[in-house]
């Protein structure tokens, strides 16, 4: 999440972005998961802010902050492109929101996630 964070951060400063610089800075030892999360959050960025604005009333992801941006589009991509399990994504992705934004941000995630689920 920091990581992804990170990259948002440069990326909307536009400022020259080197992932792999971001990543290494971030991690003590080399993490493939956490590369494969990252690269899939990057490279569906759009397909994610689309999924998670068709299940946000009212806002859009851009208007979250950037943290539980990150946590959303994390959720999103692992429900999506991976075998964990649901309810793994949900309670890490709430658990990251609890920590790291604020209570109307973590009912969004919630929110979101809850419905996608639900379909």
Do not use: C
Not at 31 to 45: A, L, R
Not at 76 to 101: H, R
Request: net charge negative; proline share 1%.
């Amino acid at each position: 999440m920091i990581i992804l964070y990170q990259y948002d951060l440069l990326k909307s400063s536009k400022l020259e972005v080197d992932i792999e610089e971001v990543i290494k800075d971030n991690l003590e030892i080399e993490n493939e998961y956490v590369k494969d999360i990252v690269y899939g959050v990057i490279t569906h960025e759009e397909e994610l802010n689309t999924l998670a604005n068709n299940y946000i009333k009212d806002w859009t992801i851009t208007r979250l902050d950037k943290t539980g941006a990150a946590i959303l589009r994390i959720a999103l991509f692992e429900l999506k492109y991976t075998d964990t399990p649901e309810v793994v994504v949900i309670n890490e992705a709430i658990e990251l929101s609890k920590k790291y934004s604020d209570d109307s941000v973590r009912k969004i995630i919630n929110a979101v996630l809850d419905r996608i689920i639900k379909e």
